[in-house]
């Protein structure tokens, strides 16, 4: 799905501020924390979801508010979910005032009075339909002006920040379904019970694996990578944690194949000149033999020669083994291929 973008920088910079305001269309009102007659920069992403909204928006400080001149004029009550991503952001709903931190998120609904103050940063913000969330209205109502905190809290921003990166993949099919997902997911972070946090599991486990998917990422180039790392960055259990890896044949098998495929990429590149020596031991392989046994039953063909091939100008398909060193007869392992 592709979002509808607005950016204010195809406006003059005298004018950027007042086609902001317009992109809103009287929903909130904008104080800029400086001057905008030099330029309001900003640009706004939405995708709509049928009865739910998820929006990225990157805009200079300001203080946005909905008063009740506002709520009268354009009465919409959805509710919104919203995490910033770099500075503390203020809140001021009904008698709530609090500061959430970056990556924090906070519940507000649009039907209330609120102030949102913050410098300039990128923030997320899920708008859910009360016709359409029905089922979850009490919890929502309940959670109104409050930081969801702790580590459901962290799971729920982890959760909006992966649909934002899996809207790219969604059709106009997937948003029955996604929209039930997004129900049991919120309710369950925001009110954790036994049954709603079961009924939650699949998207709870969807945000772990990313979690872990990124620590994989970041640290693959350490020594130090391996479960206990990982628990303690994605804040899991040892279990937990090889549950979500199974299906990838388990923790080992899967930092090993990241680092197979980093290391692919990098041969595969005419430009690196890398000894494969080197390469292997900066991905963390124990020894030069080792690394080309494991390429080699990974892609079929060994480091040497997919470097000789690409330096010559032709890059081979790997033919990847699954997980039990047979061929791939699935989608899903040819979708592994890199």
């Not at 928006?57 to 300001?62: K, T």
């Not at 991503?85 to 998120?105: K, L, M």
């Not at 091939?309 to 990847?320: D, K, T, Y």
């Amino acid at each position: 799905m592709e979002p509808q973008r607005f950016d204010t920088s195809s406006f003059a910079g005298a004018e950027q501020y007042e086609a902001w305001l317009s992109w809103f269309d009287g929903i909130f009102h904008i104080d800029p924390a400086q001057s905008p007659e030099a330029g309001f920069r900003a640009t706004s992403e939405v995708w709509s979801l049928g009865g739910c909204v998820l929006s990225r928006v990157f805009a200079p400080g300001a203080r946005v508010i909905r008063n009740k001149t506002l709520i009268s004029r354009n009465p919409i009550d959805h509710w919104a979910v919203a995490i910033g991503s770099d500075t503390i952001t203020t809140v001021s709903a009904g008698r709530h005032v609090f500061q959430t931190s970056p990556h924090v998120p906070f519940i507000v609904s649009l039907g209330s009075e609120m102030a949102i103050e913050r410098d300039e940063d990128l923030q997320r913000q899920l708008y859910l339909s009360r016709d359409t969330f029905s089922s979850i209205a009490p919890v929502l109502d309940a959670s109104c002006g409050a930081i969801v905190n702790g580590a459901m809290g962290t799971m729920l921003a982890d959760y909006i920040l992966l649909l934002e990166r899996s809207m790219a993949g969604m059709s106009e099919d997937d948003l029955p379904r996604l929209r039930l997902a997004i129900s049991a997911m919120i309710a369950a972070c925001v009110a954790p019970t036994p049954d709603r946090v079961a009924e939650a599991t699949e998207q709870i486990d969807l945000g772990r694996l990313d979690r872990v998917r990124r620590a994989v990422r970041k640290h693959l180039r350490s020594h130090l990578l391996g479960p206990r790392l990982l628990c303690r960055y994605v804040g899991t259990s040892r279990s937990q944690l090889y549950r979500l890896l199974e299906p990838e044949g388990g923790v080992a098998r899967y930092i090993r194949r990241q680092r197979l495929l980093v290391a692919y990429a990098m041969l595969a590149d005419p430009a690196v000149d890398q000894p494969i020596a080197q390469i292997a031991e900066e991905l963390c392989f124990a020894d030069g033999s080792g690394f080309s046994r494991a390429f080699r039953q990974e892609f079929d063909i060994s480091p040497t020669d997919l470097r000789a091939a690409a330096r010559s100008g032709c890059r081979p398909l790997a033919r990847l083994n699954g997980h039990n060193g047979v061929r791939p007869t699935t989608l899903n392992d040819l979708l592994r291929a890199p």
